[in-house]
């Protein structure tokens, strides 16, 4: 057992840890200020959060995605950077021990259980999480603050799932690492935990909202019983097929160079996790912003899953700023090759699925300032033609991975709300 002298020590350490990263976020938000574009949040408090938290972004982020010769590397060090930077985040969530928080190895994959422990108050339903992170970085630790803060807040059991990231597993390894964690939970939930099985929601943020949209696709398409309660997609990244969606544009012409997930960045780890050498073939990448790399025989599927864009581009108009019109296709036939597998394949690229008729009520939640955004809402869009019943918000002020701040950000606390009045609602109504 632990001395409570080393414990405390211990604490003491963790603490002078944290207030030396924040004390060198605030020079280097200081050292690197620039001013954030119109409309990026809100209130003054996320304002002056975000001069120190973007900056510090830009470092971890962007700036490496420069610097480095080999791609593998610039994910390795954000991966390293983004680990320490979230450790000053969420800290003032507090559960009041209410929620008994254990891992589990199920079927093989690690998974921890955030369990409300006064069972006559807390809901019999649960919260399958998978965290984001481009398929690359991020864990399960880096997002206890907010799945813990929701299971509290919910009173609802969650599960978040630790699947491994590429380049080291690639795709469909993610997949199948949540699947065989899911499959147990619905064969153990209710003698395990006393969840009823019918009231089980899947949730994911960016990457992990792709692989939470194929996973409920996958139910869906095999009519697996019971099926999904509902599905939470948080600015899912959901295709590559259109690099020059209005909201990609947008950020050509408004957002480039701030800390904002990048086409660049999205190209990088969507390819590394289709398991192609980014360190080979990084020369790739202009070709494949400019949607170079869709053959042309893909081209009318292609069109036929996004045609809901035009209802998008006709209707939104970021506050009246312009938009760059398309430009010129840099077609590369190797990156053609590479990536033919992948465009139109459903469990990659999952806003390529034909037919959503069989999929649980939708929560689709989108950011203004995210160059997935308009993914996010042609999938909504095609959910509601398809007759699912499908929830959409799109946050004016908001930011790609701006959950990840739930604790610090206004705009973020409030989505959070928003998620969990739409999922225990779906829960209670099972
Ligand atoms: C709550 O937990 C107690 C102790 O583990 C158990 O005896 C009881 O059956 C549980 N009640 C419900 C409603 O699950
Ligand atoms: C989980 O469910 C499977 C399949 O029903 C069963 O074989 C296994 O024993 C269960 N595990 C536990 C710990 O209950
Ligand atoms: C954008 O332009 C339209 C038409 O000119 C106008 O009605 C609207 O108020 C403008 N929106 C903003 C946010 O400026
Ligand atoms: C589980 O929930 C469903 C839907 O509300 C309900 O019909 C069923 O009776 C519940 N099962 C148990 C064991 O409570």
Redesign the pocket.
């Known amino acids: 057992m632990m001395l409570k002298a080393e414990k405390e020590q211990k604490k003491r350490l963790k603490y002078t840890a944290i207030g030396v990263t924040v004390m060198i976020l605030l020079i280097i938000g200081y050292s690197l200020h620039k001013p954030l574009p119109e409309g990026f949040t809100v209130t003054k408090w996320d304002r002056a959060v975000m001069h120190v938290v973007e900056p510090a972004l830009r470092v971890a982020y962007y700036y490496p995605s420069r610097m480095f010769s080999k791609a593998s590397n610039m994910v390795y060090w954000t991966r390293g950077a983004l680990n320490i930077l979230s450790k000053t985040l969420g800290l003032l969530v507090d559960t009041q021990g209410q929620i008994d928080i254990k891992w589990h190895e199920w079927n093989g994959t690690p998974v921890k259980v955030y369990r409300p422990i006064d069972n006559r108050t807390s809901t019999d339903g649960a919260v399958i999480f998978i965290h984001g992170g481009g398929f690359a970085l991020g864990n399960v630790e880096m997002y206890d603050s907010l799945v813990e803060r929701m299971a509290f807040e919910m009173k609802t059991l969650f599960i978040s799932v630790e699947y491994r990231l590429s380049p080291e597993t690639v795709f469909p390894g993610g997949i199948l690492d949540c699947e065989a964690a899911i499959d ?1 939970f619905f ?2 939930a209710s ?2 935990f006393g969840v009823n099985t019918s009231k089980i929601v899947i949730m994911g943020d960016s990457a992990g909202g792709n692989l939470a949209t194929v996973i409920a696709q996958r139910r869906a398409a095999r009519n697996a019983s019971p099926a999904l309660a509902g599905q939470v997609l948080i600015y899912p990244l959901l295709q590559m097929a259109d690099m020059q969606t209005i909201s990609y544009r947008y950020f050509h012409s408004r957002l480039s160079g701030y800390a904002l997930v990048d086409p660049e960045s999205v190209a990088y780890y969507y390819m590394f996790y289709a398991g192609i050498d980014m360190d080979e073939k990084a020369y790739l990448i202009p070709s494949v912003i400019s949607n170079g790399h869709v053959a042309k025989d893909l081209k009318p599927e292609v069109e036929e899953m996004m045609s809901h864009r035009i209802v998008i581009e006709s209707t939104r108009n970021y506050r009246n700023h312009s938009i760059s019109e398309r430009w010129e296709i840099e077609r590369n036939f190797e990156a053609q090759d590479l990536m033919r597998p992948f465009l139109t394949n459903p469990d990659f690229s999952p806003l390529m699925r034909k037919d959503l008729s069989n999929l649980p009520p939708t929560m689709v939640l989108t950011c203004e300032f995210d160059v997935l955004r308009d993914e996010g809402l042609i999938y909504a869009q095609r959910l509601e033609a398809a007759g699912v019943p499908t929830t959409t918000i799109n946050y004016e002020n908001g930011f790609h991975a701006m959950l990840n701040f739930h604790s610090e950000l206004h705009e973020a606390s409030k989505s959070v709300e928003d998620i969990e009045q739409w999922t225990l609602n779906v829960i209670n109504n099972a």
Request: glycine share 0%.
């Open positions: 147990y064969d153990n003698i395990q």
